[in-house]
Structures are given as C-alpha cells and as structure tokens.
C-alpha cells in the first residue's frame, strides 16, 4: 500500500464516526478496516524482528562468559510484542493520534524482553555488555533496583534503539528491556497476581505485607550473592 494511502486511513480512523459514515456498507467498511490496521501489523512485525536481535544479543553474551569460564548470569529470557488490541487501548489511554508516527514516538514498550539474573551483580553485567555493543542505543535509563518503586517493586529498566535490516534497508526500533534477578522476578509475578483487585478490603495491609516481602527477596538476594563469593574464594575462582 502505497504511503499516502497509509496517512489517509490514519486519519479516517481518528474519527470513527466520521469513517462510518464514510462506509455505509459493512462489507466495504471491513475492507476498509482491514486496509487501516496493515500498517500497523506492519509495525508490530518489524518489532518482532528488533525482539529478535536482542535476544540474540543477550544469548551470546551468556554464552560468551560461559567460554571466559564465569558462570553464565542469565537465568530465562522471555519476550513479547503487544498484540493489536493492546496498542489500540495504550493508544486510548495516552490519548494520541492513531498514526504510525505517533505510535513510534509516544509507546516504547510495544516490544519488551525481560531478562532473569541469577544474582544483583549479574544484572549490571548483562547491562553493561549489551550497551558495550556499538549498534545498541541506550535512549532510557530506570534503576528500580538501587531505587525501588514505593511498592517494593525492583527490576533495571532499559529502552534501547536497535536496527534491523530489511530488503529496503536499516530500521532503526525501540525496545523495552527489563533486567532482574529470580527473586525479583518471583516477588514481581506474585505482586502482579495478588494485587490485580484494587476493591479489596484490606488492600493497604496487602500492600504493606508485599513491601515487607520485596524488602526480603532483596535481602535473600544480597545475602546468596556474598555467599556465592565466599564459595568462590574458596575454590580459588576469585
């Protein structure tokens, strides 16, 4: 589809009233539709191309300190891209226009990897190398792991421009990284399960017991770490 075509639906799906009454008919108005949201399928494909390049980054990271005989610090990559009907609600709720432009500029989360460390230390180390790499661009930086969030929540945001090569050359993509370790990830996707229902209750003693709990797995996390070095230096590994 050519590019002006592109802007023109764009700007008919800003005012959906307006592009009903566009396409009376059903069948033409689906068309129309499905005309309107290519570009943006278009997109979310090219952020699963970026999703790709960085995991593959963090993968042979792993494997390289594994070669220099250090204990490979990644534990699990995961990673997603937002599916349509999740950009169409972020977009909602930023209230910006519903054009390719604005998605780009104004979301930068549409594509997300998360990276699980086995202890604090690894999460700078994995951090470090990847921004070592001259084709990453840090654009964005949030250490809510020396600066948790009030609710104990801890974890390294990163946002990083990265390319992709396709048959019409370079893109350059943002992607959302999140570096943590397992107890942080543990504490993370319970808070995420138990804290859903905002109507509870006892909501501020939940609340209360879950910062308590981060403050643990912090400290279980701080605790195995300079157990790891103490075993370490007793091998003769440090």
Do not use: W
């Given at each position: 589809?050519a590019?002006?075509?592109?802007?023109?639906?764009?700007?008919?799906?800003?005012?959906?009233?307006?592009?009903?009454?566009?396409?009376?008919?059903?069948?033409?108005?689906?068309?129309?539709?499905?005309?309107?949201?290519?570009?943006?399928y278009?997109?979310?494909?090219?952020?699963?191309?970026a999703?790709?390049?960085?995991?593959?980054?963090?993968?042979?990271?792993?494997?390289?300190?594994?070669?220099n005989?250090?204990?490979?610090?990644?534990?699990?990559?995961?990673?997603?891209?937002?599916?349509?009907?999740?950009?169409?609600?972020?977009?909602?709720?930023?209230?910006?226009?519903?054009?390719?432009?604005?998605?780009?500029?104004?979301?930068?989360?549409?594509?997300?990897?998360?990276?699980?460390?086995?202890?604090?230390?690894?999460?700078?180390?994995?951090?470090?190398?990847?921004?070592?790499?001259?084709?990453?661009?840090?654009?964005?930086?949030?250490?809510?792991?020396?600066?948790?969030?009030?609710?104990?929540?801890?974890?390294?945001?990163?946002?990083?421009?990265?390319?992709?090569?396709?048959?019409?050359?370079?893109?350059?993509?943002k992607?959302?990284?999140?570096?943590?370790?397992?107890?942080?990830?543990?504490w993370?996707?319970?808070?995420?399960?138990?804290?859903?229902?905002?109507?509870?209750?006892?909501?501020?003693?939940?609340?209360?017991?879950?910062?308590?709990?981060?403050?643990?797995?912090?400290?279980?996390?701080?605790?195995?770490?300079?157990?790891?070095?103490?075993?370490?230096?007793?091998?003769?590994?440090?």
């Open positions: 589809m590019d002006n075509n592109n802007e023109k639906y764009e700007l008919e799906l800003s005012n959906l009233e307006a592009f009903a009454k566009q396409y009376p008919d059903p069948n033409s108005r689906m068309e129309a539709l499905k005309q309107a949201a290519m570009p943006f278009e997109l979310l494909t090219y952020y699963e191309c999703i790709d390049e960085v995991v593959t980054k963090f993968n042979i990271l792993n494997k390289d300190y594994s070669l005989n250090e204990q490979n610090p990644i534990e699990s990559i995961q990673s997603r891209v937002k599916s349509m009907e999740s950009l169409v609600d972020k977009i909602n709720r930023k209230n910006i226009p519903f054009t390719i432009e604005s998605v780009v500029n104004n979301i930068n989360d549409i594509a997300g990897v998360r990276v699980v460390c086995k202890f604090p230390e690894d999460v700078y180390k994995v951090r470090d190398g990847l921004l070592l790499q001259d084709d990453i661009h840090l654009l964005e930086e949030k250490d809510y792991i020396r600066h948790p969030k009030p609710n104990g929540y801890r974890s390294l945001h990163l946002i990083v421009e990265t390319p992709i090569f396709l048959s019409t050359g370079k893109k350059l993509m992607v959302e990284i999140q570096i943590r370790t397992i107890a942080e990830n543990f993370a996707a319970l808070e995420h399960q138990l804290n859903y229902k905002k109507d509870l209750p006892e909501i501020a003693s939940i609340k209360e017991e879950l910062n308590k709990l981060a403050e643990e797995s912090a400290n279980l996390d701080n605790r195995m770490e300079i157990l790891k070095h103490k075993i370490m230096k007793l091998n003769g590994d440090e």
